[in-house]
């Protein structure tokens, strides 16, 4: 018996489209391999996100406690 892409019966799942000129496994490894990289590409740019959240809380509470002591500053002098 003979397929419809020439392959025989015999053979007949063994290379899936391999008669089409492309690999099912080969494919398939491609796109798991999509998949990882766009995973890692999420991962990299939440990290970078939380790194830039961080520094601007950060950035915000040197700001506040330099605003203290200013404020701090300005009372001490105007009680003299």
Do not use: C, W
């Amino acid at each position: 018996m003979t397929l419809t892409n020439g392959a025989s019966s015999g053979n007949a799942g063994v290379n899936p489209g391999g008669a089409f000129g492309f690999d099912a496994a080969n494919l398939s490894a491609s796109a798991n391999m999509q998949i990882l990289l766009q995973t890692n590409n999420d991962l990299i740019l939440s990290i970078y996100k939380t790194i830039v959240d961080s520094t601007q809380e950060i950035n915000r509470k040197i700001v506040r406690e330099a605003l203290r002591d200013d404020i701090r500053d300005i009372k001490l002098n105007q009680q003299r």
